[in-house]
């Protein structure tokens, strides 16, 4: 399993392999050390360039052997001095440890070590060596951590044993060495150039300029090791202390306690059992338990668990840089497991993670605590000191500076898109970054898809109008019969992350520093005084949306392209019965092209793969395993192989194109205008195109930062590149290659046929029985959901009489949306009792004419 989670495979010893028939005694032992993939590249650059002098926090003679024995292996110049490694044992090993000898070796361009903790500084006189030195030297920080042991804030017994986790004793390191070596690591930081140095501020005296290296250097190893073993641990009752003194949450309790005349106790106690409710009780221990557990899981579950070795890499170094903020999609509960087992065994803290209060159950919640889980409620609107007190939560996880993970989404999805960001947790993180509870804040975007879904089939239930199972004990002893399963392959790819503040300065420049937090948090207690930053207000909240945005629009950027999301795209896209073998090679070809074409990960074993699902490949490979699931038909007739969705499997089967749809959106908006009005003035396809994009803002994302027209024009090109329209003499008209321009067109179809069966189900229920028009009998106002159950039930006739093609079109959460576009644009408002009544105007002539617009791209 090691070898299907990518990263600790490939950076277990790095190079390692270049002298795999040298032996040696310390081989067992230090073989398994996971290390950075690109240590030894760097490392020989450096060498090429110049002298290498190591630096570790202390001295310790077990990091002199593991660095000189991985120069060993990697052929690079060896490890011949250590400055200032005392003792018997360096002494029986002819470890040199003078300066003599540690000049010597510099001059002889071999490598040597020194600590930052360990006697006389070493910088001033390195810095003397190197004026006198014709070649460069190069400090290199290096983290050799033999226990993940996390710091604690109270001392213990245990301490005067082992001694403190950043200055273990010799008897605790020996211990973590054997007690740990196989998940052992090394971190290699930013290599400084002495002589590039002296050559900046070659006028300072090395005394000084020797304590700002030496400075540097412990702030740097003090990050590395923070991101590795975590910040330093506060009791449960410490950290209550601390969150209930924060200002922000005080000044809130006490506006509360004055405007409903409670007891200032009385609020307290409230806030304090919200904390209760809400917070973690996080045990680097007990994920030490557990990631035994999940490996052989996962080992159970999947085929293998794709990671983005250099996305990882770069993860690793914003932790060690700022908090981060992991923002993955949500398809699957194994999601949070997967990413706390993965940031675990590479050497990263395990995140905090904000998950809903309804799976706090027993025993699971409990479990989830420990594993770093806080809870949420659903909903907190109204409820000042829940909301207060969250912030106050969420603020003390950044200033402590531990990693925390949330979804944009808020749920699961169940459609296979990436939903539409919820804000309210960017919120709190942002106003805790304007509190200053850290220089900068950095969101990481995190697309993890599957070739199988785990929850495929209660989703389709779901969709279909079926009502969410609640979490409990008796679904969670119910897991045993997915562990007897098989579910494919897992990808996991980060895109770059988001930094909090260059994002401010890059949308509000010098307003960013005028920016204020919400009134739950630290605004000015008065209206007043609230009213005299009407701009603020607004920047805060553009700034909030717009790193909304960002973030949502990395994660579809990360999103992998699998072998079973070309397919479904494939088959779905079309109206008839089946797809020859040779038809879906060119869609699946097409598809492949156009995402190439904009950077799209892939599936490493789509490289170079054939798409003919005949030729023995990943496309044939998918295509076995959707008829082997019962989810897609084989034929054989007249020589040709015929591929046929099983009718009532295309909901199942529509997830996995939803998964890679938004790649296509915007060739599929022109390609259906184009389709739609058969050729006519650009003006008019353009306008037409803009208001399919308008009517299914809803259900994608478009591309921040580029407009309607530039997206517009960019598609038009590629759709003409591609043979799909012909543009010339300021007309679009459909291109000589028919087949690519329908593909193309039909990717929305089950969206506008699902948003004309809402038009249509909101139009029938405000008219009088069994007729059209308004009339006596019609109802003033409707529920949301039994509008959904009326567009559902409306959905099942249409298809069952042929009105609806598609039954994926069937879908309820497509339908909430239509009704929820109807209430954004007015067609539907709220009423008594949070029911929604249609405007009149609505339902005489714009809803008519919506329905008739639409009904051009389906044909009537």
Not at 191 to 214: H, M, T
Not at 339 to 346: G, K, T
Not at 444 to 459: F, T
Not at 580 to 596: I, K, T
Request: charged share 25%; proline share 5%; net charge positive.
């Amino acid at each position: 399993m090691d070898d299907a989670s990518g990263s600790p495979s490939t950076a277990r010893a790095a190079g390692a392999e270049t002298s795999r028939g040298r032996g040696g005694l310390l081989d067992r032992w230090f073989r398994p050390v996971q290390v950075p993939e690109e240590a030894a590249g760097t490392l020989a650059d450096l060498a090429a360039r110049g002298s290498l002098v190591f630096v570790t926090r202390a001295a310790g003679l077990l990091n002199f052997l593991y660095l000189a024995w991985l120069l060993r292996r990697w052929n690079l110049p060896p490890l011949r001095a250590a400055l200032g490694l005392r003792g018997p044992l360096p002494w029986l090993l002819r470890i040199r440890s003078s300066r003599a000898s540690v000049e010597a070796a510099l001059r002889g361009r071999q490598s040597t070590l020194v600590f930052l903790e360990n006697g006389a500084d070493p910088f001033p006189w390195l810095l003397d060596v190197q004026r006198r030195h014709a070649g460069a030297v190069f400090l290199v920080p290096a983290l050799l951590l033999w226990s993940r042991r996390a710091k604690r804030l109270e001392g213990s017994f245990w301490d005067i044993l082992y001694g403190s986790a950043e200055r273990p004793s010799r008897f605790a390191t020996l211990a973590a060495f054997v007690l740990n070596y196989k998940r052992a690591l090394l971190r290699l930081g930013a290599p400084l150039d002495l002589s590039a140095l002296i050559a900046e501020r070659g006028g300072e005296p090395d005394a000084l300029l020797g304590r700002k290296v030496r400075g540097a250097l412990h702030h740097h190893l003090a990050r590395q090791t923070r991101a590795v073993v975590g910040p330093a641990l506060k009791s449960p009752r410490r950290m209550r202390d601390k969150i209930l003194r924060d200002r922000s949450l005080r000044a809130t309790m006490a506006r509360v306690a004055q405007e409903a005349g409670r007891p200032a106790a009385s609020v307290e106690a409230e806030a304090e059992k919200d904390l209760a409710e809400i917070a973690s009780r996080y045990s680097p221990a007990f994920i030490e338990l557990l990631r035994p557990i999940l490996s052989r899981i996962f080992a159970r579950l999947y085929d293998r668990v794709e990671v983005d070795a250099a996305g990882l890499a770069r993860v690793k170094r914003a932790a060690a840089e700022s908090p981060i903020v992991l923002c993955p999609s949500h398809k699957s509960h194994v999601d949070y497991l997967m990413l706390s087992w993965l940031f675990y065994v590479n050497g990263i803290t395990p995140p905090h993670i904000a998950a809903g209060i309804n799976l706090s159950f027993w025993p699971f919640g409990a479990i989830a605590r420990r594993g770093g889980a806080f809870f949420i409620r659903r909903s907190m609107k109204g409820d000042r000191i829940y909301t207060a007190t969250l912030r106050a939560y969420v603020k003390q996880l950044l200033r402590d500076g531990f990693p925390q993970e949330f979804y944009l989404e808020g749920g699961r999805s169940r459609t296979g898109k990436l939903l539409f960001p919820k804000t309210g947790l960017f919120s709190m993180e942002v106003d805790a970054w304007v509190e200053g509870a850290a220089q900068d804040v950095l969101f990481v975007p995190v697309a993890v898809d599957y070739e199988r879904l785990m929850e495929g089939g209660s989703y389709a239930r779901e969709l279909a109008g079926g009502e969410k199972q609640k979490e409990s004990l008796r679904g969670l002893l119910g897991t045993w019969k997915v562990l007897r399963r098989r579910y494919g392959r897992v990808y996991v790819r980060f895109s770059a992350p988001v930094s909090l503040r260059a994002l401010a300065q890059e949308r509000l420049g010098a307003r960013a520093g005028a920016l204020a937090p919400d009134e739950e948090g630290a605004a000015p207690a008065s209206a007043a005084a609230r009213s005299a930053l009407p701009s603020t207000t607004g920047d805060k909240r553009e700034l909030v949306q717009a790193l909304a945005n960002r973030v949502a629009f990395g994660i579809a950027q990360a999103i992998t392209l699998t072998p079973v999301g070309l397919a479904a795209t494939a088959l779905l896209s079309h109206r008839r019965r089946g797809l020859s073998a040779r038809e879906l090679a060119a869609r699946v070809d097409l598809l492949r092209a156009v995402a190439a074409q904009d950077g799209a990960p892939f599936a490493p074993d789509l490289q170079g793969a054939p798409s003919d699902p005949c030729r023995p490949g990943p496309m044939a490979d998918a295509l076995v395993r959707l008829s082997r699931e019962r989810l897609v038909e084989v034929h054989e007739a007249a020589g040709e192989v015929i591929y046929r969705v099983v009718e009532e499997k295309r909901p199942v089967l529509d997830f996995y194109r939803n998964n890679v749809i938004h790649r296509y959106v915007s060739l599929a908006l022109a390609a259906a205008a184009v389709r739609a009005l058969g050729g006519d003035e650009a003006g008019q396809v353009r306008e037409r195109a803009r208001f399919l994009s308008r009517l299914l803002k809803l259900e994608f994302m478009y591309q921040s930062g580029l407009s309607f027209d530039e997206a517009f024009e960019a598609s038009v090109d590629r759709l003409s590149r591609l043979g799909a329209v012909a543009a010339e003499g300021g007309r679009i008209a459909p291109g000589r290659d028919a087949a690519v321009l329908e593909f193309l067109s039909e990717m929305i179809r089950p969206y506008l046929e699902a948003y004309r069966v809402a038009g249509e189900a909101v139009l029938a229920a405000f008219s009088g029985p069994g007729r059209s028009a308004p009339g006596e009998g019609a109802p003033v106002a409707l529920d949301r959901r039994a509008l959904v159950r009326e567009a559902m039930e409306r959905g099942r006739a249409g298809f069952l009489s042929g009105h609806v093609a598609l039954r994926e079109a069937l879908s309820k959460a497509t339908l909430e949306n239509a009704v929820e576009w109807l209430t954004q644009r007015g067609a539907l408002a709220e009423a008594e009792n949070g029911r929604l009544a249609l405007d009149p105007q609505w339902r005489e002539v714009e809803l008519p004419s919506l329905l008739h617009e639409i009904g051009r791209h389906l044909g009537g």
